[in-house]
């Protein structure tokens, strides 16, 4: 019986489960604070909130887990949604438009690519210039304009729904679910584990280290496309310095749900179990009447305390394990 307890608590950490039951503390804790929190209304307008930065999380992950990290998720997400509104007000059709965004998502993270597996640039120094170069190209592109006026099929990519869901939650939950399948099911997922646990163990054994750097840094670049059209649809409207918000959030989200900045070891559950986390938190400040000017100091607070509640869960686990081998 005794032996059956530390099972259960090694499974329960192990598969991060408790971080299941913060989510699910949340929310019962908002609803004792707020009558309104448990409205359908409020859940559609909390699945809406978290789509975009889902598809974010779930398309970075795999970059952490190679022991990297995307800080060009802001930049390419800006200039991909601006580029999308460029597309859109010169007459573009709505999936050309959509598809020439995705391959400039793309192509910048085939730049993050090569900067990272062939130049050998640290991934933070060069994601950060990335970043900065596609903000400066979304900057040139706007000017000081902002691209409105999409046409109404575009726009309900956002407003839309089906069966009375938000269909850009359903279009986040497509690709989390690509994503699930891709790094958690696949060879190519554990090809992704293996780069990150030891790249010089991965490469001989047989690995293509290279090219398993080059698709998380494309498929994060294309996540970040996919927020810039969606967030572009959600505002009617593109702007330069739209996805800036979106950055850190993402990483965090990462982060809060499990994934190791050490690399080899997360998963995309654990991603959009951040994301919903840090999606309650601005709801409930929302709800709570908090003022906007507050809610990134009580954001940012709450990330660091999130992130310190992981690594002691972590230590406790490996003492734990210590103690019974």
């Given amino acids: 019986m005794k032996r059956q307890k530390k099972d259960f608590f090694a499974i329960f950490f192990e598969t991060g489960l408790y971080r299941i039951g913060i989510l699910v503390?949340?929310?019962?804790?908002?609803?004792?604070?707020s009558n309104n929190f448990f409205r359908w209304s409020n859940f559609l307008n909390i699945f809406r909130q978290s789509s975009v930065l889902l598809v974010l999380a779930a398309c970075a992950t795999g970059c952490i887990l190679t022991h990297g990290i995307d800080n060009s998720i802001g930049g390419v997400m800006s200039l991909c949604g601006c580029a999308c509104g460029w597309f859109l007000n010169n007459d573009f059709p709505i999936a050309v438009s959509i598809l020439l965004t995705l391959l400039i998502g793309m192509a910048f993270g085939c730049i993050n690519g090569f900067l990272i597996g062939v130049i050998k640039i640290p991934p933070f120094v060069s994601t950060y210039g990335v970043s900065y170069i596609a903000n400066g190209l979304a900057l040139i592109l706007m000017g000081s304009d902002i691209f409105s006026g999409f046409p109404r099929a575009f726009r309900n990519l956002a407003s839309g729904n089906v069966l009375g869901f938000p269909l850009i939650t359903i279009i986040a939950l497509g690709v989390t679910l690509l994503m699930y399948l891709l790094l958690q099911r696949s060879?190519?997922?554990k090809q992704v584990y293996s780069v990150?646990?030891?790249?010089?163990t991965a490469k001989y054994s047989g690995i293509n280290t290279l090219f398993t750097l080059f698709i998380v840094y494309i498929l994060s670049g294309c996540g970040a496309a996919i927020g810039g059209i969606l967030q572009?649809?959600?505002?009617s409207a593109a702007q330069a310095g739209m996805g800036d918000t979106f950055q850190m959030t993402a990483i965090a989200s990462i982060v809060i749900g499990g994934t190791s900045m050490a690399g080899g070891e997360g998963s995309v559950f654990g991603a959009i179990i951040g994301a919903l986390i840090l999606t309650l938190i601005v709801n409930a400040?929302?709800?709570?009447?908090?003022?906007?000017l507050a809610q990134s100091i009580v954001t940012g607070a709450i990330i660091v305390l999130a992130v310190l509640l992981d690594v002691q869960m972590k230590r406790i686990q490996k003492n734990r394990a210590e103690a019974l081998a």
């Fill in 25 to 33: 503390i949340m929310c019962v804790v908002m609803s004792l604070i």
């Fill in 187 to 189: 060879n190519f997922g």
């Fill in 196 to 200: 990150g646990a030891n790249y010089t």
């Fill in 232 to 235: 572009s649809a959600r505002q």
């Fill in 285 to 292: 400040m929302n709800l709570l009447g908090v003022p906007a």
